[in-house]
């Protein structure tokens, strides 16, 4: 069964004021997770909330992507016993875990990372997460410095695959409705929402998109797919990339994982999988030292490879959503989006 | 295959021969039956040390024990080779695609190994000549380093070169006092006569290198590349196309091989590292 249920769009609104006590009410009635602050760092963050005042509304995106609630860092599969493989499967979470405002380019992130843990084999550890998950995601109303979405089509706001998109429209949010969960999630709390309003979501598109220094990523796709990029972008990646991952940990849809094992101090054995990253040395290396991905350039191209090319064709979507994180966290200054527009314009004379 | 594909199931093993001053055979039986293709891989689990990826020995046709020839190279693998009789493993899979034998019917097999290369084409040989007479002929060019490091060698210099329909010569790099045969890498005793190449697959199995220069020399003496067939085994971790770990340009090595024809691969760099 897909995790997402797409029905015709039904549009209603909603007041600021009514949103923060929807909020309010639902962080009372069930698990809500929301942009916050966290304790000890200032940082925006995905956090569990028990009350709409500790939402923060004035933010840009997230530090870190909502995808570890559906596909955790470090997730144990099952435990068994070091004398035998009788196994315990953890339970998975089944309680309803309502998100809101979640950026479209994430909400992107989580289809296709639905679309790639549905395919075979079907991985339930993900997909049952996502099933009793519902997503209140907030168009962005203006593109911040470091983001791309209008050239991977994936913002500023979402023409389908939300369960409830907000737009923002001055005193009040247009309220879309896009799937049978986020209509489950509107009925149960309809008094909170009024009739529909204008939205022009075109003209934010068109507004956005003007703003962004953007690329042609039909462009983009040729380029890589034909092996037409001068080797010298990819030396001068490798030379500046310092293998920390980051990039990788931060994407909303890296979904590199590897299978491990650890012992419990009662000697439980868990089978683990934790997130694990391409730029990693040892990610490719077998045993007994062999390591078909090297040089480095190897490496960092094949992760431009695999999210501009391969991914579009399996998916038939970018494997990046152009939220620009990577852009933000690199100690090395590697700038994918500056990376793709020379990819872009490499044989030409640049 | 079980509902969790994660999930292994319980096996024992019950023998363990020493084939080579690195590799060993650990004959495991599984709790419950575990069918699988020649060629197929399995993840195979030393409980609370790990897991990795091992492609069977034996023929597909015993379903009450399998053969697993592993060579001591990392963490898992070192710490197997410890093991006694009677240690308890895990066992999943099977995984990936294996050879595709009945594309082989009719014709010459030519099937060049090296090393612990030798264990996936031993399953492979078994499945053959279990049905002998589907193929023109099966036609082996088998090396190692030393004749030490050749395994199987009660079959290599027994039963196996016997058989009728079997055309079996052996190589090493170095030899010592004791090898009278051939003396140098595997290619030195593939010949361009030794199948009809235009009616006639190749199986190539072992170290990159032995199976870069292998791939090269069929492809000089006029092999299709879509009639040479490689194991492309790799860091495979999951076994089920998603942790990433093995892909080669768009393929997964675990789900969409690990059996590729040299026509699918050929455009990818660094294949052979």
């Known amino acids: ?239 500046r990339c310092q293998s920390c991952g980051l990039c990788l940990l931060l994407c909303p849809t890296c979904s590199c994982y590897t299978v491990i094992d650890r012992v419990t101090p009662n000697g439980r054995n868990l089978r683990m999988r934790e997130w694990d990253c391409c730029y990693f040395e040892g990610f490719t290396r077998m045993a007994g030292g062999q390591n078909p991905v090297k040089p480095k350039e190897e490496m960092i191209k094949r992760k431009y490879y695999h999210k501009l090319v391969q991914q579009i064709d399996e998916f038939g979507m970018s494997g990046c959503t152009g939220c620009g994180r990577c852009n933000t966290v690199c100690v090395g200054n590697v700038n994918w989006l500056e990376n793709i527009r020379k990819i872009e314009g490499s044989g030409r004379d640049v | ?77 070192g710490l197997l080779h410890e093991c006694g009789k009677g240690q308890k493993v895990g066992i999943r899979g099977p995984y990936g695609n294996g050879y595709p034998v009945d594309s082989f019917v009719g014709k010459e097999v030519l099937i060049v190994g090296g090393g612990v290369g030798l264990a996936p084409i031993r399953s492979l040989f078994l499945t053959l000549v279990d049905r002998i007479k589907d193929f023109k002929r099966v036609v082996c060019r088998f090396g190692a380093r030393t004749p030490e490091d050749l395994i199987y060698k009660e079959s290599l210099f027994g039963e196996w070169p016997k058989i009728d329909g079997v055309d079996m010569k052996l190589t090493v790099d170095n030899s010592d006092d004791g090898w009278s045969g051939n003396v140098g890498v595997v290619t030195t005793i593939v010949k361009s006569d030794d199948v009809d190449i235009n009616n006639s697959a190749v199986v190539i199995c072992g170290p990159p290198i032995m199976m870069k220069f292998a791939t090269m020399q069929a492809l000089e003496y006029g092999f299709r590349p879509d009639d040479i067939y490689l194991s492309m085994e790799k860091n495979m971790s999951c076994g089920i196309g998603k942790c990433g770990h093995c892909m080669i340009g768009k393929y997964y090595v675990c789900k969409d091989g690990p059996v590729f024809t040299y026509e699918q691969i050929r455009k990818y760099p660094k294949i052979w590292d």
């Open chain 1, 1 to 239: 069964m897909p995790v997402i249920s797409k029905i015709q769009i039904k549009n209603a609104s909603i007041t600021k004021t009514n949103l923060f006590k929807l909020l309010d009410l639902i962080s009372q009635e069930k698990f809500l997770i929301a942009p916050a602050e966290g304790p000890d760092l200032e940082d925006i963050n995905f956090l569990p909330v028990t009350g709409a005042e500790q939402i923060c509304f004035d933010y840009e995106n997230t530090l870190v992507p909502p995808k570890e609630y559906f596909f955790g860092q470090s997730e144990c599969m099952f435990s068994f016993s070091p004398r035998s493989n009788e196994s315990i499967t953890v339970t998975d979470q089944s309680e309803e875990l309502v998100f809101f405002g979640v950026r479209p380019c994430d909400v992107k992130a989580i289809e296709l990372l639905d679309k790639f843990y549905e395919r075979s084999f079907v991985d339930d550890y993900y997909l049952s997460k996502r099933a009793c998950s519902v997503i209140i995601s907030v168009a962005c109303s203006q593109l911040n410095e470091e983001c791309f979405c209008t050239s991977v089509g994936s913002g500023p706001v979402l023409t389908e695959g939300f369960d409830i998109q907000l737009i923002d429209a001055g005193n009040d949010f247009a309220v879309q409705v896009g799937s049978e969960k986020g209509l489950q999630l509107y009925e149960q709390y309809q008094d909170f929402f009024g009739a529909p309003i204008d939205v022009d979501a075109e003209k934010e598109f068109e507004k956005a998109k003007a703003s962004e220094p953007g690329f042609d990523l039909q462009r983009v796709y040729d380029r890589l797919k034909s092996n037409k990029v001068d080797d010298r972008l990819w030396a001068d990646i490798a030379r």
């Open chain 2, 1 to 77: 295959m079980n509902e969790n594909p994660y999930k292994p199931i319980d096996a024992e093993i019950i023998d363990i021969i020493d084939e080579s001053p690195t590799i060993k055979t650990f004959v495991i039986v599984p709790q419950s039956e575990f069918r699988f293709a020649t060629g197929q891989f399995v993840e195979l689990t030393l409980p609370g040390i790990g897991e990795a990826p091992f492609t069977p020995s034996s023929s597909p046709k015993e379903t009450e024990r399998m053969d697993i020839s592993i060579m001591k190279a990392g963490q898992v693998t």
